[in-house]
């Protein structure tokens, strides 16, 4: 079955440095996609970014890039100049075409100001 | 589009009573999830359907939890009867077809059962 694990429970970054979370899962598929969400204290889930398994380009969306490695089967989310509005929980999530997603247990960013 | 809507965003009740999550999930949007947030156990995911229709319930906790579509623009999930572990933040999310389609969620309901 696939898994997703995010083994940072909790990260920390100075206001304006940069940050990366990371996340691994597990898949024999070749076709998949991956996904990053943020849950903010409002607790309203927002998309980050996404990726396609078989774009080997990495996303970028604005401050926020993700490095792609799929031999390895990993995909992390790096945060550039980070602010304090990127205080969050940060989920990475797998999904094969239709089915569900499956989520990692989430990371906790702090932002020290 | 307003996106995904969800109510009540708040719901307290006591052990026992029915409680009924109210969802309508953005225009056009194919698949619509029912998702349970808690501490220990993270994200869950109950039920989700597919053009109206339940394609998975493994996720629904008992027969105390029943969910259901009536049509394309609204989604219900009940629970009764109630009961203090039942509390968390529900979360309904809905997406078009397509792999590569994200998630789009509502802003939850806590309930909380005393």
């Known amino acids: 079955a696939q898994t997703v694990t995010q083994s940072q429970p909790e990260m920390s970054v100075q206001e304006a440095e940069t940050v990366t979370l990371s996340c691994t899962y597990d898949?024999?598929?070749?076709?998949?996609?991956l996904f990053w969400y943020k849950q903010p204290p409002s607790r309203q889930m927002i998309l980050v970014i996404r990726?396609?398994?078989?774009k080997q380009q990495n996303a970028t969306e604005n401050r926020f890039s993700v490095n792609f490695q799929k031999a390895a089967k990993s995909f992390s989310l790096k945060i550039s100049d980070s602010q304090l509005g990127d205080a969050a929980m940060y989920f990475c999530?797998?999904?094969?075409?239709?089915?569900?997603?499956?989520w990692g247990a989430g990371t906790k960013l702090i932002i020290k100001p | 589009d307003a996106g995904v809507i969800q109510s009540p965003r708040h719901e307290v009740t006591e052990m026992g009573q029915e409680v009924t999550l109210r969802c309508k999930p953005i225009?056009?949007?194919?698949?619509l999830f029912w998702y349970r947030q808690t501490m220990m156990r993270g994200l869950e995911l109950l039920i989700y359907?597919?053009?109206?229709?339940?394609?998975?319930d493994s996720g629904m906790p008992e027969d105390r939890f029943s969910a259901k579509m009536p049509n394309a623009s609204f989604s219900t999930l009940k629970i009764q009867p109630s009961e203090p572990r039942d509390s968390a933040v529900y979360f309904c999310?809905?997406?078009?077809?397509?792999?590569?389609?994200?998630?789009?969620f509502g802003n939850g309901t806590r309930l909380t059962v005393t």
């Open positions: 999310a809905s997406n078009s077809a397509g792999g590569y389609s994200p998630l789009h």
């Open positions: 225009s056009g949007h194919d698949y």
């Open positions: 359907f597919n053009n109206n229709v339940p394609i998975d």
């Open positions: 898949t024999s598929e070749s076709d998949y996609y």
């Open positions: 990726q396609e398994a078989y």
């Open positions: 999530a797998y999904k094969e075409s239709n089915y569900q997603l499956i």
